[in-house]
């Protein structure tokens, strides 16, 4: 099958910092693949680089046959994101938030309203589309998100950790959503979550890093079978230990260059 998504010896520094360590894995057209790792295990920092907001300090990085530093561009329109924070305006209704991105996104003006419409009914907010979303829930906040990624019709949707902080039936109700963008859309999915039994549920693929290094990859029964354990959380918890992690691992350092590091 077609890989819509190559990476080849990724590496991000930060000064004497290693953030992500020459990584290198392929994501296939049309599949939903889990990215895992503890905190501070470059997680963040690998997606920011996938979405041209991070420049890799070496390495390669092609998203629907275009290379991230040459065609960043191109790239960016073959990508929906949602990132851990909330990016709405909550000043803004929902139609309105959904209106500014189709425009950011050169969406064509008479596909618009229709395009807006679907992705509304999709995430079920089709009869709140003229609230103000600072009258949101935070789950309808996060299936608005996910909505306004792709209006535009991306490639690939990159998820970082889309359902933190939300309610279990909240989390069911938007993975329902998610297997339905990637089933009857066929957009690739490529996401982060530290809920093991979600990844589980979902992803055809995996790849676990820690310390900035890929340290395993594969299918989840694969994995399970390599470590020998029942559940892919077992087999995260083997590979990577139970200590327990912060996240200031390069934090400080990230932070400096965050809003000034988008690729120029």
């Avoid at 909550?90 to 229709?114: F, S």
């Avoid at 982060?192 to 995996?206: P, Q, R």
């Amino acid at each position: 099958m077609q890989n819509i998504l190559v990476v080849q010896s990724l590496t991000k520094k930060f000064d004497d910092f290693t953030a992500v360590n020459d990584i290198s894995f392929n994501v296939e057209k049309g599949s939903i693949f889990a990215f895992l790792g503890p905190n501070g295990a470059g997680k963040s920092t690998t997606i920011k680089m996938l979405t041209t907001v991070l420049k890799p300090t070496f390495g390669e990085i092609s998203i629907n046959g275009f290379d991230v530093l040459k065609e960043q561009s191109k790239a960016r329109e073959s990508f929906g994101i949602v990132f851990q924070d909330n990016s709405l305006d909550e000043d803004l209704t929902a139609y309105e938030n959904m209106v500014y991105h189709a425009v950011i996104y050169k969406v064509p003006k008479k596909e618009r309203a229709e395009r807006i419409q679907k992705a509304l009914a999709i995430v079920g907010l089709c009869d709140r589309w003229s609230e103000y979303v600072k009258k949101y829930s935070g789950g309808m906040k996060r299936r608005l998100e996910i909505a306004r990624s792709f209006v535009h019709y991306p490639k690939i949707l990159f998820l970082d950790e889309p359902t933190v902080g939300l309610d279990p039936q909240t989390r069911n109700a938007i993975w329902s959503h998610i297997r339905k963008l990637n089933e009857e859309q066929k957009i690739t999915v490529f996401l982060t979550t530290h809920y093991m039994e979600e990844a589980e549920a979902i992803a055809n693929n995996v790849a676990i890093i820690d310390h900035g290094k890929i340290i395993e990859s594969g299918t989840v029964e694969e994995i399970k079978k390599r470590t020998k354990t029942e559940l892919l959380e077992e087999a995260f918890l083997k590979l990577t230990g139970r200590d327990i992690r912060d996240d200031n691992n390069g934090a400080n350092k990230q932070k400096m260059i965050l809003g000034l590091g988008r690729m120029r």
